[in-house]
Nanobody, 120 residues
């Protein structure tokens, strides 16, 4: 059974940092690429960042470059998203995904999401 479980969301102030985690199990652990997406109220889901599981190649949306860092622990099968200098516009539900391209596109597996709220 494929499963992705996110954690680490919360309520923070602008300028603060948060680290999201995504524990992968089942079929998801064989996916070559994993990524983070987010969806704000009233908006479409958007790509945030992706990483290739073996080589560690990364790709970021322009809106988060220089502030967010995606990484993974190959042994623990955990995906991370370190978010620094958070802005109110980063407020969204953040989703972990597996089995897609190193960028925007269709992914095979999705987590349930974790809420990130940034107050001004």
């Amino acid at each position: 059974q494929a499963q992705l479980v996110e954690s680490g969301g919360g309520l923070v102030q602008a300028g603060d940092s948060l680290r999201l985690s995504c524990a992968a199990s089942g079929r998801t652990v064989s996916s070559a690429v994993m990524g983070w997406f987010r969806q704000a109220p009233g908006k479409e889901r958007e790509f945030v960042a992706a990483i290739s599981w073996v080589w560690g190649r990364t790709n970021y949306a322009d809106s988060v470059k220089g502030r967010f860092t995606i990484s993974r622990d190959n042994v623990k099968k955990v995906l991370y998203l370190q978010m620094n200098s958070l802005k109110p516009e980063d407020t969204a539900v953040y989703y972990c995904a597996a089995g897609g391209p190193l960028g925007p596109g269709e992914y095979d597996y999705w987590g349930q999401g974790t809420q990130v709220t940034v107050s001004s």
